[in-house]
């Protein structure tokens, strides 16, 4: 049992010591964590194991549920990743109040002996700790967020867009489904994640627009171009000449149970094979969504609405790939 707070800086201990005895004690203590590190002090004294209460451990069980109830499943899986498998054998028994800049530093030299030049990935286990401290914060389950740690050197590489004539090809090779879904992915700028949790209530023709919900669970009006709306009424007509439309039903269910789709990549690995084009991933149509229209003129605020980034320096990144396409071009003068 945790230390029950009476007010003020005054806590109540209560230890369980046998079916008919128990160990009470009022207590001081600043914080609830000091609180805690007391109670695990008198139940080490009366022989007791000692609870890992508030250990970076125990906040790691609560804090995958909380993300499982309001992150995208991508998310949980990499944050359940970083979790068992690299941070909390490291830091598992320690309380977040406790981690100093040394252990941390510490974490990423064995990190780096472990995983030479995996920058990007060592840093991203960063981040979920330090998320994981700003929650428990958040939650009263420690005082402090995480403390300031500087990240490795790394430097992003620049996101490749599919060429016009590249989607053209295979597109032709989709199905009226896939079709539907794919362009979704390039004429509205969606994430993969947002068009597999998408809805057909979502979606509105005349005026023609669908409401995406984001991360975040926040919700942003994206304008269905008409190439698009052909496309989804096309699927729509068909869904509905075989009995399957419902009008709240996931657009795209999955075929087996009719659940949230988790992988969209076996229909493109297939039509890429047949079109016999480079490598695509289903990300790189929304990337060049976001380049086709900078290369169009198009303003960037704009472009970082309809993506819903929640910063413009991640659009930014769109105009170096439409600057480098364009020197490309002038160098082959």
């Known amino acids: 049992m945790n230390p ?75 944050k359940t990743y970083y979790l068992d498998v690299h941070l909390v054998p490291y830091f598992g028994r320690m309380m977040p109040d406790f981690i100093t800049p040394i252990l941390v530093e510490r974490f990423i030299q064995k990190r780096l002996e472990q ?53 053209d090809a295979v597109v032709e090779q989709f199905s009226v489904r896939n079709i539907a879904l794919y362009m979704c992915l390039y004429f509205g700028g969606m994430r993969k994640n947002e068009v597999c949790i998408l809805r057909m209530n979502q979606i509105h023709f005349e005026p023609d627009y669908i409401v995406v919900l984001g991360k975040g669970n926040k919700e942003r009006i994206v304008p269905i171009h008409k190439k698009l709306a052909g496309y989804l009424k096309a699927y729509i007509e068909d869904l509905k000449a075989n009995g399957r439309f419902k009008e709240d039903g996931l ?19 297939r039509a890429i094979r047949l079109a016999g084009v480079s490598h695509i991933t289903p990300h790189m149509f929304r990337h060049s969504f976001a380049t086709h229209m900078i290369e169009g003129g198009e303003n960037i605020r704009t472009v970082q609405e309809l993506l819903g980034h929640e910063s413009v320096t991640t659009t930014q990144v769109y105009t ?13 003068l």
């Open 4 to 78: 029950k707070h009476l007010g003020g800086n005054r806590y109540l201990i209560d230890i369980s010591i046998s079916r008919k005895e128990r160990f009470r004690k009022v207590i001081h203590a600043n914080s609830q964590l000091e609180a805690i590190q007391k109670h695990l002090a008198y139940e080490s004294s009366l022989g007791k194991q000692a609870k890992e209460l508030y250990t970076v451990a125990w906040i790691s069980d609560e804090y995958k549920k909380w993300v499982k109830n309001n992150q995208s499943p991508d998310t949980l899986e990499d």
């Open 115 to 167: 995983s030479p030049g995996k920058h990007r990935e060592i840093n991203l286990e960063i981040l979920c700790l330090r998320a994981m401290i700003r929650w428990a914060k958040d939650m009263k389950m420690c005082n402090n967020v995480l403390c300031q740690v500087k990240m490795l050197p790394y430097k992003r590489p620049l996101p490749k867009p599919v060429s016009r004539k590249d989607i």
């Open 251 to 269: 657009v795209f269910p999955s075929r087996r149970g009719g659940s949230v789709l988790t992988d969209i990549r076996k229909p493109l690995e």
């Open 320 to 332: 170096h790939v439409s600057v480098e396409l364009l020197k490309r071009g002038i160098d082959k």
